[in-house]
């Protein structure tokens, strides 16, 4: 039988392994950060109303520049921005792919602070480009010092800052942005997949956007606005930096059928984003009930909870899944990942791990291993 290594393979992608969380049917999936809650029934049928009414026209190519939808985005950010402040794709790992194609490729570097986001360096690759690590503090912060001093050390042509990050929860404040932008010489990524389960009335990088041409803003529809399955990211940044991905980007890269379910999920924003607190709600529980079961959660400003103090996590793993639990391991030692879900699913997975007993090293243990050296390779989070 052919396998990949027999293919002449590009030599930069031979060895590498694909994206591939897990996608097991289960009663309790908590593994890749989704927004657990269905859509409500009214939004779905307005949804499909306007699907069925684009599907009349897919004879013809769709608006190339989905200029609706860019307008769309910017009335739902807000913060001033107009549809040229505006770039979407399917989804935002296709947005990131956008900007490492035109501001990436061979000869250039993309760097991010581990842990992160695991497509970061896999994106990196698909683009030719070379993908750098940099170090964090303890408990897995970025303070501006440390962010600062690495982009001068690394030097990198791209920087990503992911706020919350994936996988540890931790939000970055905006000096640590601010003085990241100060110190790179070049793009200035940050990702706010999950900016919308941050606490009420904490402020984004788009207001970081004026006067900044080289700071660019990716978001998500595929978390707080439950529209994993439909494959919608978007980004904000100047319009010259929205220019550059027209050089990149498939021509009609967003269908029309997207489109029209994109702009139909945001014409009831609202209401698709009513649970984000009831999440948030259920984060809040997680840490206090995890600490309280003599585990080490992390502070998040996200949807899921990274918690340490875990002896085993794979056997932790497989003992939850065993009970109908799908959690996520994310690579660092002594440490799992979970989505805060429903508040019934939240109970079945705090239910599940109370009953595998308590954790051997206790609440007060002396920090895990991965905590004191924060540039560990990243594990395989979504
Ligand atoms: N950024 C981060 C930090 C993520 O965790 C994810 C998805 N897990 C993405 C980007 C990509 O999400 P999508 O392509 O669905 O927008």
Redesign the pocket.
């Known amino acids: 039988m052919t396998s990949l290594s027999d293919l002449p393979i590009r030599d930069d992608l031979r060895g590498k392994s694909p994206y591939g969380a897990p996608q097991k049917v289960v009663p309790v999936a908590l593994n890749?950060?989704e927004n657990t809650h269905p859509i409500p029934e009214d939004v779905a049928t307005d949804i499909v109303e306007r699907v069925a009414h684009a599907v009349l026209g897919v004879n013809r190519y769709p608006d190339r520049e989905f200029t609706e939808l860019r307008e769309s985005l910017a009335r739902y950010l807000g913060h001033g921005l107009t549809a040229e402040n505006l770039w979407a794709a399917n989804?935002?790992?296709?947005v990131?792919q956008q900007i490492l194609q035109a501001f990436g490729g061979p000869g250039r570097s993309l760097l991010g602070f581990a842990p992160t986001?695991s497509?970061y360096p896999l994106l990196a690759a698909g683009a030719g480009t070379a993908y750098l690590s940099g170090r964090r503090d303890a408990e897995f912060e970025l303070s501006p010092e440390t962010a600062a001093a690495e982009i001068r050390r690394l030097d990198p042509d791209i920087v990503i800052l992911?706020s919350p990050n994936?996988p540890t929860g931790t939000p970055l404040s905006l000096e640590t942005i601010e003085a990241a932008y100060d110190a790179a010489r070049g793009m200035v990524v940050v990702?706010e997949?999950?900016a919308e389960f941050m606490p009420e009335g904490e402020p984004s990088a788009l207001t970081l956007l004026p006067g900044r041409p080289r700071l660019l803003v990716s978001r998500?529809m595929?978390k707080a606005f439950a529209f994993?399955g439909a494959?919608v990211?978007y980004l904000a940044a100047d319009p010259a930096a929205v220019d550059a991905l027209r050089l990149v980007r498939l021509p009609y890269h967003l269908s029309a059928l997207t489109q029209a379910a994109a702009l139909g999920a945001l014409a009831h924003s609202e209401e698709m984003l009513a649970m984000v607190g009831e999440i948030r709600d259920q984060r809040d529980r997680i840490v206090t009930e995890l600490a309280g079961l003599g585990y080490r959660p992390h502070r998040s400003g996200s949807n899921f909870v990274l918690f340490g103090g875990v002896a085993d996590p794979q056997a932790t793993f497989e003992a939850l899944l065993e009970q109908g639990v799908l959690i996520r391991d994310v690579g660092i030692p002594n440490h799992l990942r979970v989505t805060a879900g429903t508040e019934a699913e939240t109970t079945a997975f705090l239910t599940a791990l109370a009953s595998l007993g308590r954790p051997a090293s206790g609440a007060n243990a002396a920090p895990d291993a991965a905590e004191s050296a924060t540039d560990q390779p990243v594990g395989s989070?979504?």
């Open positions: 890749v950060n989804g935002s790992n296709e990131i986001y497509m992911c994936n990702d997949a999950y998500t595929s994993a494959r990211g989070q979504s």
